[in-house]
Structures are given as structure tokens and as C-alpha cells.
């Protein structure tokens, strides 16, 4: 049957415009007069039809007519013909028609597949968002670390100002041990010029207790000067020391009856030695605290080098999982990307197939 208006009558038109223009007259030449309108079949068999009448119709001068039996047998032969074509033709509509559908099907799978891809496409994107916030909360980690570390410096630059204002109250306290010890000797000297005094008036003990002082105070000044120069014989020399504080107890407790203002000497002596007791006690405080005051230091160090290394290998974990997301969403892409090309030919084909 004729479609969209076909008819004989069209295609014996269309036939006449390409004759006049000096070209042959086939059956696409007639269908893009025609506007791309009718199908072949319908085209051929009006073709064939006016070929028919041209010939049977033909002027006697030119040509003979053909004779009634050859007529009609021409006739059946152009039926059969026509037949065949149109078997021909619903042979290759139905085979076009079933292309299409499995075409059709195979268009469907392909978007389902596209549809799966898409949602695979998305399940990367939401898992490399995830990634990023992530690696975005690793970095604030960090931040905070470095923050924390930064906070820690501030606090190891305080314990070390703290050591140092304790480094000088220790040399503010040795010097006060010196002037004390200066104050001391000092003492001493004026104790026994006093006691020189008491001993005079007494000639002969005065001469056998000025000798033993004598001696003692040379071997408490080389004791001194040896405690100054060579620290490390401190021991032996705070025997001697001891030797000698004993040895003036004894001539001390000799001269009780000839000495009376010489116990107050002797608690003013004491008061001092306590006070110097004193001094050495907040010496060692302060020797403590610098020691404790290093060890913290020395745990803060250790604690931001561990915390700075657990961060850069969390940053590493992070970064090792964004690129390997950043690899399967490639790949997704390729794929999604090759779905849709064989999509774009799948439907040029069908477009091409639909157009002949």
C-alpha cells in the first residue's frame, strides 16, 4: 500500500521531472522527489506499472503491438513478478522490523548497564567525597598536631627560661655561699684576734693555744684553697676540715675558763654554719627542680616526635586511598565513556536503516 499520500499518479510526475533533467528514473531517485515519502516496494510497482502502459501504449509508427496471448502472458509474468517483490519486500520489512527489536532490546540493556555504570559512577563520587572529608579532617589533625607541637615548643622555650631564670638562681645562691663563706672567714679572723686578746692575759697557755691555732688555721687555709682549685678532693678535705673543727673544739673547750664572752662567739658561729646549712639545702632544691625541670623537657620532645610520626603516617594511609579512588573512577569513566560511544553508532545505524 502506498504511504503518506502515494499514488500512482505522484510517482508518474516525479518519474517526468527526472527524465526532463537527464536522469534515470530509479526507485531512490523517485522517492527523494517524492520527499523521502513511500516505500520501495510501493515505488517499484507504479514504476513497472507506467513502464507497462508506456510500452502497451507505444505509437504504431515507432513500434508493433504485441499480440493478445503475449499480452496477458507479459501481464502474468509482471504479476509474478510484482508478487515476488512484494514477498521480497515483507521479507526484508519483517527482518527489519525484528532487527529493530532486538536492536530495541539491546538498546535497553545498554541502558540499563549505562544505568549501573551511572550508579557505580556515583557510589565512586560519594566515595571519594568521603575520601576527601577524610583527608580533609587528616589535615586538621595535622593542623591541631602542629598546633600541639607548636604549643609544646612554647612550653619547652617557658622550661627553658624557667631553667635558665633557676640556672641563676643557683649562681645568685652560690654567690651568697661564697660571701657567706667570706663572712665566715671573716668571723673567724675576729674571733680569734678577740681570742689573742683573752690569751694574752694568760702568757703561757695564751703560747701553747696560739700555737696549736696557728697551725690549724694554716691547715684550714691550705684546705681552702685546695677546695677551690681541685673539686674533686671535696672528701678528703672536708675530713681534714672536720679534723680541724674538732681540734679547736678541744683547745675551745680549754680555753672555757679563760674565754667568757667566747660562747656567744661560738652561738653567733653556729647561727652562721646553719644559715650556710641553709643555703647549701636550697642549693640542692633548686639542683632538683633543673633536673626535673630536663626531664620534662626531654618527654615533651619525645612525645611530639612519636605524635609527628603517627600523623604522617595516617596523612600517607589517606592520601595512598584518595589515589587509589581517583583510579577506579578513572576507569569507571572509560568505561561509561566506550558504553556511550557504542550507544551513539547503535543508534546511527538505526537512523540509516530508517532513512532506507
Known sequence: MARGGINKQRVMQARETLLSQGKHPSIDAVRVVLGNTGSKSTIHRYLREIEQELEVSQDPSGTTRLSQPLTELVSRLADTLQQEAR?????????????????????????????????????????LAHTQQERDQALEDKQAMQQELNTSQQHQARLAAVEIEQQKQIESLEEKHRHSREALNHYRDSVQQQR???????????????????????????????????????????????HAQQRITDLQQQLETLQQSSEQTTQQLTSTQQSYSQLQLEHDQLHNNNQQLKQEFEDQQLKAANDSQTLSARIDEKVSRLQQAQLEITALKAQVTSKDEMLERLLDSNKKARTE
Open 87 to 127: 514477498q521480497t519486500m515483507e521479507l526484508a520489512d519483517q527482518q527489519h522490523q525484528q532487527e529493530q527489536l532486538a536492536f530495541s532490546q539491546r538498546l535497553g540493556d545498554l541502558n540499563k548497564e549505562n544505568q549501573q555504570l551511572q550508579q557505580q559512577l556515583q557510589a565512586c563520587q560519594e566515595q
Open 196 to 242: 689573742e686578746q683573752d690569751i694574752r692575759q694568760h702568757e703561757q697557755q695564751r703560747q701553747q693555744l696560739q700555737v696549736e691555732i696557728r697551725a690549724l688555721q694554716q691547715t684550714i687555709s691550705v684546705q681552702q684553697t685546695s677546695l677551690s682549685q681541685l673539686n674533686n678532693q671535696n672528701g678528703q678535705l672536708q675530713a681534714d676540715y672536720s
